[in-house]
């Protein structure tokens, strides 16, 4: 890097507030330590590698609704959008009682990794409301949705940022948000998020893709690493959408799922457990405590299960330095955004414990959501059998990819991930230029 390019970013570091310091350990500053990590390896593009460590955008919103009881509510809602160089941002929208703007920011700069990884023409954004939506009522849910898509209409569009589900936001959620978009616009604009219902110009196959890509890059790994899925015992963290496809993906290979945590609680079946019968269950319930056909767990003891695969597909900032030595896994494959520490990832990686980086292991939701906004373009919708070809072979060459990647430079399938990703970010950074 030459003494022109890096005067300006050491000059401003000291002048960033908190929340974009590298010393901030919330996911931002994890992230900030990630890019880090990969800067030696980026040759001349090191020049432009400030770019990937500000978003270019960061929009706060006031969501005020009326609760039923009459009263009004104001909740905080966030749009990030950390990178437009490769084509439209996109990425989730997440209502949780734990949303913050810097954590808004990390998921939004990781959609930029995952998007760029798989090579899928977008840039990355992410949105959330710091709301406990188990605490609204429909009504109260459509509200906010409504009015949080409006204050946010300033800057998403179907080639400008397109929304899609994160945590604890589902099929519905986007129809109400296309709605309210498509109200603002005077059309109908189906392009404007993804991971709508299939009636409403959704895709067939947007649902479990997630959990798919995740099961996809596992597979890969273990043909790699000589592990047999037939028998491996598999613990899974969140059984929602990721990790209860996944699960149910890897029982129908022939693996046990024998322990699965969630908000609910922790349960265990060293013969496996009977993951239709869970998925029902979570389904009925809300979760998986008090499923009959298991043992119930401290949840303590979760990380320690003895296990082959490991899937942490709940939240960010799981498997931390106090629990990633009692880790038995020989695969974690992060079906979760951010679910390990940089402090865990090198603890994981001396013990030998093979990780597949969030940025390429849960890809896939991404890619068939850009099937989704190609789809609406186009009005010609595909067959699931189409799309699920399509999402394994772009999940296993981007694995390939990003597996000879770290091969050639002796380095963790993460910063191999994120050399691939960076690379090709900030090429089009360089070829687009500054402007003016
Ligand atoms: N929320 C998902 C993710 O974190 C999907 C985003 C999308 O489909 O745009 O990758």
Known sequence: MSSHASTPAAGSAHTLPSYLQADNLGPWGIYLQQVDRVTPYLGHLARWVETLKRPKRALIVDVPIELDNGTIAHFEGYRVQHNTSRGPGKGGVRFHQDVTLSEVMALSAWMSIKNAAVNVPYGGAKGGIRVDPKTLSMGELERLTRRYTSEIGIIIGPTKDIPAPDVNTNGQIMAWMMDTYSMNVGATATGVVTGKPVDLGGSLGRVEATGRGVFTVGVEAAKLTGLAIEGARVAVQGFGNVG?????????????????????????????????????????????????????????????????????????????????????????IEGANGPTTPEADDILHDKGVLVLPDVIANAGGVTVSYFEWVQDFSSFFWSEDEINARLVRIMQEAFAGVWQVAQEHKVSLRTATFIVACQRILHAREMRGLYP
Do not use: R
Request: proline share 3%; charged share 20%; with cysteine.
């Open 244 to 332: 209860g496809t996944a699960g149910k993906l890897f029982a129908e290979a022939g693996a046990k799922v024998v322990a699965v945590q969630d908000h609910t609680g922790t349960i265990y079946n060293g013969k496996g457990l009977d993951v239709p019968a869970l998925l029902t269950h979570v389904k009925a319930n809300g979760g998986v405590g008090g499923f009959a056909g298991a043992d119930s767990m401290n949840p303590g003891e979760f990380w320690g299960v003895d296990c082959e695969i490991l899937i942490p597909a709940a939240l960010e900032g799981q498997i931390t330095k106090d629990n990633a030595g009692k880790i038995k896994a020989k695969l974690v």
